[in-house]
C-alpha cells in the first residue's frame, strides 16, 4: 500500500489512470512481479535458510541471459555466459563462507525460493519486449496496485485466523515506510526503467550487486566476514565486468554503424 501511495503521483504525471489497474497487462505484472514475486520469497524465507535463498536467487543472471536469447532474440556470446556463470558462483561461494543451511530449510521453502528468479525474469523480460516505452511509474504503479487487491484476502484471512491485528509500534510504521518507498517503490520504478534500456543478461549481472553492497554493508555496521565471503564478492564483480565487455563492444558497433549510415 506504501508502494502504491508513493508511486501514485509520479504514475499520473507520466499519464497513468485507475482504469488501467482493470487491464490484463496490470493483472500480469501485479500477478507475476508481486503475488508470485514478493509475497512468494517472502514466505518461503520461512521454510528456507537466508543463505539458501541469496544462493538461489544468484541464478538470476542465468536465468536472465536465457530470457534474453529465447524471448528478446539477444545473442549468448562467450563472455556474457562467462559472466553470468561468476556471477552466480561467486553468491555461492560468499553464501558458503557464512552459514550456509539452518535446520528449518525445507523442500518447499528451497522450491518457493527458487521460483522467484524465474518470475522476476519473465517479469523483466516482458518489460524489454512489449513496453520498453512505457513509462516506469506506471508499470510500477499497475505492478502494486493490483498487487495489494490480490494479496488483501491473504493478508486479512492471516491477521483473522493466525496473527490477530498487529500493534502498529511507530518503529514497525517507519519500517513500512522505507519497505514501502525505498525498497519496493524506488528500486522498482529504477528497475523498470533500467531494464528497458540494456540487454536482460546484463540486467541480471547487475542484479546480483545486491547481496554484494548488503555484504559490504554489513561489514561497515560492525559484522564480521570471512575471507571466503571476500573472495566470493570479488568473483561476482569480475563476472559483472566480464558480461559487461560485450555490452560495451556492441553499444560502440551500434554507434559506427550509425554513424556510416549517416
Known amino acids: 500500500i506504501f508502494a502504491f501511495l508513493f508511486i501514485l503521483p509520479f504514475a499520473l504525471k507520466a499519464g497513468f489512470r485507475p482504469g488501467m489497474l482493470l487491464t490484463k497487462k496490470a493483472l500480469f505484472y501485479g500477478s507475476v512481479a508481486f503475488l508470485c514475486n514478493t509475497v512468494v520469497m517472502q514466505a518461503g524465507l520461512s521454510w528456507c535458510s537466508a543463505n539458501v535463498a541469496s544462493i538461489l536467487q544468484a541464478t538470476m543472471p542465468v536465468c536472465m541471459l536465457i530470457g534474453g536469447v529465447l524471448c528478446l532474440g539477444e ?50 523480460v516482458h518489460i524489454k519486449k512489449y513496453d520498453e516505452n512505457l513509462p516506469a511509474a506506471i508499470i510500477a504503479a499497475m505492478t502494486f496496485g493490483v498487487g495489494v487487491v490480490l494479496t488483501a484476502p491473504f493478508c486479512i484471512g ?80 569480475v563476472g559483472i565486468f566480464l558480461g559487461f565487455r560485450d555490452q560495451r563492444r556492441e553499444e560502440r558497433l551500434h554507434e559506427a554503424e550509425t554513424t556510416q549510415g549517416g
Open 75 to 124: 545473442v549468448m556470446t562467450a563472455w556474457k555466459a562467462v559472466g553470468a556463470v561468476l556471477a552466480t558462483a561467486g553468491i555461492v561461494i560468499t553464501c558458503i563462507g557464512g552459514t550456509l543451511i539452518d535446520e528449518n530449510t525445507t523442500i518447499v521453502g528451497i522450491l518457493m525460493a527458487a521460483s522467484t528468479s524465474v518470475t522476476w525474469t519473465i517479469y523483466s
Open 158 to 237: 492471516e491477521i483473522l485466523l493466525v496473527t490477530g491485528i498487529p500493534a502498529f509500534t511507530p518503529e514497525m510504521v517507519l519500517s513500512l515506510l522505507y519497505l514501502g518507498v525505498v525498497i519496493l517503490g524506488v528500486a522498482n520504478m529504477a528497475w523498470s526503467a533500467g531494464v528497458a534500456r540494456v540487454d536482460a543478461a546484463v540486467s541480471g549481472l547487475l542484479f546480483n550487486l545486491s547481496p554484494v553492497l548488503g555484504m559490504l554493508l554489513a561489514l561497515l555496521a560492525g559484522e564480521v566476514m570471512s575471507g571466503l565471503q571476500f573472495f566470493g564478492c570479488a568473483v561476482v564483480i
